[in-house]
């Protein structure tokens, strides 16, 4: 009798144990889903922010072009190329920012200030993305998770390889 | 900045009635979002629940446990989980802002408890322990379900990504800038003073390492005087001191927000010996507000906020012969001592609320996204949720 209680005691622990796991993951998949969602549109603003810049004085013809070419493609741009695509544009932004300040008139500037506020934002949501695939990552890897697919049809969360200092 | 009016839920994990720095950040960053116009409750341990400002709720006395080179008042137990429990289901948050979250106190019991959006706050700074090992595997679950994580220096963030292995943004603590720059310099604090604030009684805040450099640096400057300020019972460390130099040293007791600030516009330089235990240094933060020279002992706390000594000087911590060194050295050369006060209060405007909120700010408005309020965790679990219905069939 004893011993039945011991092993029902046991398999009722594994079971809430299992239980907590499944609800901890779906947590952090959740978690991911709308730290990208988040930091989609922001990407999505700067695109359009930099479509603005491109269309305005502050661009010469040829940068315009540049920076139009850029913003479309990332925003067209597959999660996997994302960050190859948004470097791009940031790329592109460095280039005309680093000479393109001193001669702006003030709906310029805002628009400047606009892009950094935007800018800094993106860096927060960047490092809470990643924050959030990692940990779902790692809870993934872990023995229980994987003997008892816990994780369902899930696909494993991409990470975004977009390096903050070229912002 | 926010345009959404907010219901935000703060939860302290130590003794409101202590003073503290997580709790002056908590009060300060309280007061800050309700002028903003948002609604902020508190949840806070507290010895008199009769003293405490209308948006402070009580959690329960707290309890006494040495933690971290300091005795902690904190607050755990069944009592205080129910309490807990029923602040989060009968507040209807948008967000929880936890404080450290990762010891032993209401804030980890809430973010156990609750569902949603949740931004928790890291102010330790600890060097890694072993029964992190221990530890970790519990509180892993509860740390993750932050949305986002703020470090007050980098030495927290480096702290929380080793013990936690999680990343955290630093936005640093906020003082109100101005206030400091306001303050009257009082005759009965100037000339070649040096000014010590926080509660000397305790090892950690160094009061001895000034203690036995004062012989060094009364030989060179005859008339320095040092004003020691904050809560304690001075007759210990007077014990210490050469009978000759007793009378160098003034014991001001606890001092007012208005007279600190009068207090760094009128010394000469302020001196802030700590040996560790340190995270952030809001203190150094005020006084370079309060446009006063500062030397600090060169833990990494005080390193990065005088960014590694151009805001102020530091020395080798626990070096009395080194801090002596210094002193006299900024004592003796006026232009010098003027040249690093008036960077430091430059620097100290990056530590204004105005900056600060902005941030934290931002950091709200990403950890709301798809969320719809904060919830207690348990009312969603399925089978919870199959028992309620039966019940209200019924």
């Known amino acids: 009798m004893r011993t039945w209680l011991t092993v029902g005691f046991f398999l009722l622990l594994a079971l809430w144990y299992l239980s907590f796991s499944a609800a901890r993951l779906d947590r952090l998949h959740h978690r991911v889903e709308t730290?990208?969602?988040?930091?989609?549109?922001?990407?999505?603003?700067?695109?359009?922010?930099?479509?603005?810049?491109?269309?305005?004085?502050?661009?010469?013809?040829a940068s315009s072009m540049l920076l139009t070419g850029a913003a479309y493609q990332a925003r067209?741009?597959?999660?996997?190329?994302?960050?190859?695509?948004?470097?791009?544009?940031?790329?592109?932004?460095?280039?005309?920012?680093?000479?393109?300040?001193?001669?702006?008139?003030?709906?310029?500037?805002?628009?400047?200030?606009?892009l950094s506020a935007l800018t800094a934002k993106i860096r927060i949501a960047i490092s809470i993305h990643t924050d959030a695939v990692s940990s779902t990552v790692m809870v993934r890897k872990k023995f229980v998770v994987r003997t008892f697919r816990l994780a369902g049809n899930a696909p494993l969360p991409v990470k975004y390889e977009f390096e903050s200092d070229v912002l | 900045m926010l345009t959404k009016k907010l219901k935000i839920g703060i939860v302290c994990p130590y003794g409101w009635d202590t003073p503290g720095g997580v709790q002056n950040h908590i009060r300060d960053l309280a007061e800050f979002l309700i002028a903003a116009g948002h609604d902020v409750s508190v949840l806070a341990p507290a010895i008199d629940e009769d003293k405490l400002p209308s948006y402070v709720v009580s959690a329960g006395k707290p309890i006494s446990i040495p933690y971290n080179g300091a005795v902690a008042r904190v607050l755990f137990g069944p009592i205080a989980y129910a309490r807990v429990r029923q602040w989060i289901s009968s507040g209807n948050f948008d967000l929880l802002h936890l404080h450290e979250p990762a010891i032993p106190s209401i804030s980890l019991l809430a973010c156990w408890a609750a569902e949603g959006p949740m931004v928790g706050t890291f102010h330790a700074a600890a060097k890694r322990q072993k029964v992190i090992f221990a530890i970790g595997p519990i509180l892993e679950p509860a740390i993750e379900k932050l949305n986002a994580r703020i470090a007050v220096s980098?030495?927290?963030?480096?702290?929380?990504?080793?013990?936690?292995?999680?990343?955290?943004?630093?936005?640093?603590?906020?003082?109100?800038?101005k206030r400091y720059a306001e303050g009257v310099a009082?005759?009965?604090?100037?000339?070649?003073?040096?000014?010590?604030?926080?509660?000397?009684?305790?090892?950690?805040?160094?009061?001895?390492?000034?203690?036995?450099?004062?012989?060094?640096i009364s030989r060179f400057a005859p008339d320095v005087r040092v004003l020691v300020a904050?809560?304690?019972?001075?007759?210990?460390?007077?014990?210490?001191?050469?009978?000759?130099?007793?009378?160098?040293?003034?014991?001001?007791?606890?001092?007012?927000?208005?007279?600190?600030?009068?207090f760094m516009s009128s010394i000469s330089l302020y001196v802030a010996p700590n040996t560790g235990g340190e995270s952030f240094g809001i203190i150094l933060a005020e006084a370079l507000a309060g446009g006063a020279c500062v030397v600090a002992s060169d833990i990494p706390a005080f390193d990065s906020l005088l960014g590694g000594g151009e805001f102020g000087a530091l020395f080798e911590s626990e070096n009395s012969t080194d801090l002596a060194k210094v002193v006299i050295d900024l004592l003796r050369d006026d232009k010098k001592r003027k040249d690093l006060a008036a960077a430091g209060k430059a620097r100290s405007e990056l530590f204004d609320w105005d900056v600060v909120a902005e941030q934290i700010f931002s950091i709200y408005e990403m950890a709301i996204v798809g969320g719809e309020g904060v919830t207690l965790g348990s009312d969603n679990r399925s089978w919870n949720r199959f028992l309620s219905r039966d019940e209200e069939k019924k």
């Open chain 2, 154 to 177: 980098e030495a927290a963030r480096l702290t929380l990504t080793d013990h936690l292995e999680t990343d955290a943004v630093v936005i640093p603590n906020g003082i109100y800038a």
């Open chain 2, 186 to 216: 009082q005759e009965k604090w100037q000339g070649n003073t040096i000014g010590f604030i926080g509660r000397f009684e305790e090892p950690r805040k160094g009061l001895q390492v000034l203690v036995d450099a004062l012989p060094i």
């Open chain 1, 76 to 114: 067209d741009a597959e999660i996997k190329n994302r960050s190859m695509a948004e470097s791009g544009l940031s790329g592109a932004l460095g280039l005309l920012l680093s000479d393109g300040l001193a001669h702006a008139t003030e709906s310029e500037q805002a628009l400047l200030q606009e």
């Open chain 1, 35 to 61: 730290s990208w969602a988040n930091l989609d549109v922001l990407l999505q603003k700067r695109a359009a922010i930099a479509l603005e810049i491109a269309h305005s004085d502050l661009a010469d013809p």
């Open chain 2, 230 to 262: 904050g809560p304690g019972d001075p007759k210990d460390v007077e014990k210490q001191i050469d009978p000759q130099l007793r009378k160098r040293f003034e014991f001001l007791g606890r001092i007012s927000e208005e007279e600190k600030a009068d």
